[in-house]
Nanobody, 118 residues
Framework: EVQLVGSGGDLVQPGGSLRLSCATSGFAFTTYAMSWVRQAPGKGLEWVSGIASNGMYYVDSVKGRFTISRDNAKNTLYLQMNSLKPEDAAVYYC?????????????WGQGTQVTVSS
């Protein structure tokens, strides 16, 4: 059974940092691209970052502040978020691509809440 379990969300002040984790199981983690997708209150899903065989990618609004990484030995995906802004507040989901390229997703984590507020 494929499982993605996100964690690490919290309340943080503007300018602060958080590291999100997505622990996975049930599939060959190294074989698939992975992404972080967020949903702010009242808004739609927004792709944030992805890591694939051909590199790491970010939405413009987080470039230079967020870093995606993966620990293949631990089957875990990470998102290091620095210099957080109120507009980064959202539920963050990890998602597994159907191939080792960033494309559509077949499994999602349950989401972890990031709140950015003073």
């Amino acid at each position: 059974e494929v499982q993605l379990v996100g964690s690490g969300g919290d309340l943080v002040q503007p300018g602060g940092s958080l590291r999100l984790s997505c622990a996975t199981s049930g599939f060959a983690f190294t074989t698939y691209a992975m992404s972080w997708v967020r949903q702010a209150p009242g808004k739609g899903l927004e792709w944030v970052s992805g890591i694939a065989s051909n590199g790491m990618y970010y939405v413009d609004s987080v470039k230079g502040r967020f870093t995606i990484s993966r620990d293949n030995a631990k089957n875990t995906l990470y998102l290091q978020m620095n210099s957080l802004k109120p507009e980064d507040a959202a539920v963050y989901y990890c998602a597994k691509s159907v191939t080792n390229y960033l494309n559509w997703y077949d499994y999602w984590g349950q989401g972890t809440q990031v709140t950015v507020s003073s």
